[in-house]
């Protein structure tokens, strides 16, 4: 028993598999170009006259710059995030890490979480205040991207843009989804600085 | 859509890798010339230049070819722009160009001819009378800009294709392009020209074309975005080769399907 345990440690010690870390930074990338140009893409004809992204923070130039990125780095973002969500159900990951979620415990760990309590010894278990934030990403960038492909086709693919009640408020929902990544960004940026060891995982697996 | 480049001042690009490239060893020379073609390696060089300058446009442009390609083949000749009650034409419906209304082109009508050219059985030019008693068709469709908004008009004319097919057009050409009054352009592809609402437009909202929307004539193009739909048009030439656009040489995407 003594013999076997340290080999069972080494494998229970990797956090990321290698797969998990590449679509993790591909994806990182990914979207970096995907906002940034959809920002510039945005100040062309803003949905609201309050929001305006400076030039100095868009991606682009002007707005056939920023269209070639995004229509590039599109590409990218979804062949990568199919990799990414066909591995995850695959797997088993998504399963494992993800679920449950239950409502009393996302609450509980929220609390804990804001008093300081949450304790991230472990960073192969996530807490459920974890699991509700990744699955709701997850489920963002399903959201991103069908209404991006709605308003890139109108009219070829005309039934997804009715899914979305139409053109204009395909628009609304993509912006939306957007601003729901760049929030859920903020949060998972500014704790992988509080909890370094978290992006060293990432990086190294472990 | 006006379009601003800021060099970066006291730099430029290209002597400052050859400058970088002199330090180093020949072998490694050769590698970093090979390399340099890379976006990576011009950017670790000139840092934000090249994310938003034209190198790095000139490389996301060969994505761009390519999802023409892809764009052309969801492209379908059946499925239909969705049409709209009156109830929902957008009014005042926008006039947009890159220049202002009152430098829009003011044409006469009694004077002004379509050219026809290219690979076409018969080149006489048209008048408006003429094109004005040909079969009418009308639809109420949304006008999508590049932009990102959009609006919904009325519009009534000639379909594209039973023109092409009056006027003998060789319908296995790849390209029409037209030319406009102000110097605008477009080249479309021909499965696009053939679209059943593909229109040679004479009217918005069973009106006259007023000026603003391309009088005497605009090809309403419903599955492209709006600078794929040419207003005062003043030949349609059928062709093979790709004679590219106003807006489409500046970078933005060719096909621009929807």
Known sequence: ?206 | MPRKRKPVSGVDAKLLIKDAVKLLPQASRRLFLRGAASLGSLAMLTGCDIIDGPTAENALRVVSRFNDRVQALLFSETTLAPEYPESAITRPFPFNGYYSVDEAPDIDGETWRLEIGGLVDNKKPWTLAELNGLPEVSQITRHVCVEGWSAIGSWQGVRLSDFLKLIGADLTAKYVWFQCAEGYSNTIDMPTALHPQTQLTLKFDHQTLPTIYGFPIKIRIPTKLGFKNPKYVTAMWVQNNDAGGYWENQGYNWFSGL
Not at chain 1, 62 to 67: C, V
Not at chain 1, 92 to 98: E, M
Request: hydrophobic share 55%; aromatic share 14%; glycine share 8%.
């Open chain 1, 1 to 206: 028993m003594d013999l076997q345990e340290p080999a069972t440690r080494r494998t229970s010690d990797i956090i990321h598999p290698r797969w998990v870390r590449i679509t993790h930074w591909i994806n990182a990338v990914a979207i970096f170009i995907m906002i940034g140009s959809g920002w510039q893409i945005y100040d062309a004809s803003p949905l609201f006259t309050f929001i305006y992204f400076p030039r100095q923070i868009a991606l682009g130039e002007w707005l056939a710059g920023a269209l070639l990125w995004h229509f590039a780095a599109m590409w990218v973002l979804v062949i990568n995030g199919a990799i990414y969500v066909t591995l995850g159900l695959a797997t088993g990951r998504f399963r494992g890490k993800l679920l449950p979620i239950r409502p009393r415990a996302v609450r509980d760990d929220f609390v804990a979480a804001l008093r300081g309590r949450l304790s991230h010894d472990d960073l192969t278990v996530y807490n459920s205040v974890q699991r509700l934030l990744y699955a709701g990403v997850l489920l963002t960038g399903v959201i991103i991207v069908l209404s991006g492909l709605s308003m890139w086709k109108p009219i070829q693919f005309k039934y997804l843009t009715a899914l979305f009640g139409g053109y204009d408020i395909a628009r609304y929902v993509h912006f939306f989804a957007m601003t729901a990544i760049v929030a859920f960004l903020t949060i998972h940026v500014v704790l992988a600085v509080i909890v370094p060891k978290s992006l060293r995982a990432m990086i190294f697996g472990r």
